[in-house]
């Protein structure tokens, strides 16, 4: 593994300088908040504190850095997303094999077996679910365990991975950051995406009068969803120079030179700001089918790893194979 180059250290500590500067935005914002509500926001900034430094610690130890940080993600999540579905006590040795499944998922990416990786998981789930469920001949629940259990590892443990899967593209040893830029520009985009799309919807949409989806998740409104993706197609336009080679890789669509540079970033901002947009309700839908509003209480003020992660279960797929497709 590579050591991590000088412009890397300058990416981690612009961070943590936005950081710095939004901590202190937010310290001015709750002064004379309600005690409540200050205690709430303060624990989810102390939270994006300690996933800031996780991730750079992650960024810094290359891939196997990021397999192990978006691994334990996954088994955690998978934790979570079990006990949410309502599994039988039958299904215990399948959820545990659900573990080693996941493990073994990101090895495969840490070494570089990208090959087994991409029909790994969806062959190996489905099989291995199917004969320890059925061998316990029990069949009441049984399509709603295995169809639960199914769901919950293709979006928490292959969806997810493939954020770590983006690392291993020929194309992205190229740019500024070399594969950490990548990263960090599929995450960004995605977190920029949900933080602005529930900011200008409670902005712009304080009546809610033009929910996407109501009963699903009655927040998501289309203000919100437009403007979370404009505000992420100006970040993709802003930071792509810095992150990634888009502005100058020819592609599978063919632009004119000076338009590549914009066009090819914003293209990307919308396809992350819709796939983005489905994996935060596929979740939400979940949840709501359990009765929960988070998925679990590990993450103080955010909630679960399922809540940090559940645009990234389609993001990063979608992200990866645009730009297998472009750099084709």
């Known amino acids: 593994m590579s050591n991590p180059g000088p412009n890397l250290y300058l990416t981690i500590a612009a961070v943590f300088a936005a950081l710095i500067a939004g901590s202190i935005v937010r310290f001015i914002a709750l002064r004379n908040s309600e005690q409540s509500r200050r205690r709430k926001r303060l624990a ?3 939270t994006w504190w300690i996933l800031a430094v996780v991730m750079s610690a992650g960024l810094l130890a290359g891939r196997p850095g990021i397999c192990v940080l978006l691994g334990t993600a996954s088994c955690i999540a998978w934790f979570e997303i079990t006990r949410m579905v309502g599994t039988r006590a039958v299904d215990r040795v399948a959820i545990h094999a659900g573990y080693l499944l996941i493990i073994i998922n990101y090895l495969l990416i840490a070494f570089g077996w990208v090959s087994l990786f991409v029909a790994f998981l969806p062959i190996s789930a489905s099989l291995v679910f199917a004969v320890l469920l059925l061998i316990k001949g029990e069949p009441k629940g ?3 365990s295995a169809g639960g259990l199914l769901w919950g590892m293709m979006f ?16 992205a040893s190229a740019g500024p950051l070399g594969p950490a830029g990548w990263f960090l520009f599929l995450v960004i985009l995605t977190e920029s995406n949900d933080i602005f799309q529930a900011i200008v919807g409670r902005a712009f949409g304080a009546h809610k009068r033009h929910r996407i989806a109501p009963v699903v998740s009655p927040n998501k409104t289309w203000e919100g969803f437009l403007g979370g993706m404009l505000v992420t197609s100006v970040i993709a336009f802003l930071i792509a120079p810095w992150l990634t080679t888009l502005g100058e890789q020819a592609g599978a669509l063919v632009f004119p030179t000076p338009l590549q540079s914009w066009v090819v970033p914003i293209l990307l901002a919308i396809l992350i700001a819709v796939a983005g947009f489905f994996g935060d309700i596929n979740m939400s839908a979940i949840k709501r089918d359990a009765g929960v509003k988070d998925s679990s209480n590990l993450l103080p003020g955010i909630g679960g790893v399922i809540d940090r992660v559940d645009s990234l279960t389609v993001t990063a797929p979608v992200f990866v194979y645009f730009l297998q497709w472009w750099m084709a």
Do not use: D, F, K, Q
């Not at 928490?156 to 194309?171: D, F, I, K, W």
């Open 44 to 46: 989810s900034l102390r």
């Open 142 to 144: 049984y399509i709603r």
């Open 156 to 171: 928490l443990g292959y969806g997810v991975s493939h954020a770590a899967y983006l690392l291993t593209l020929p194309g």
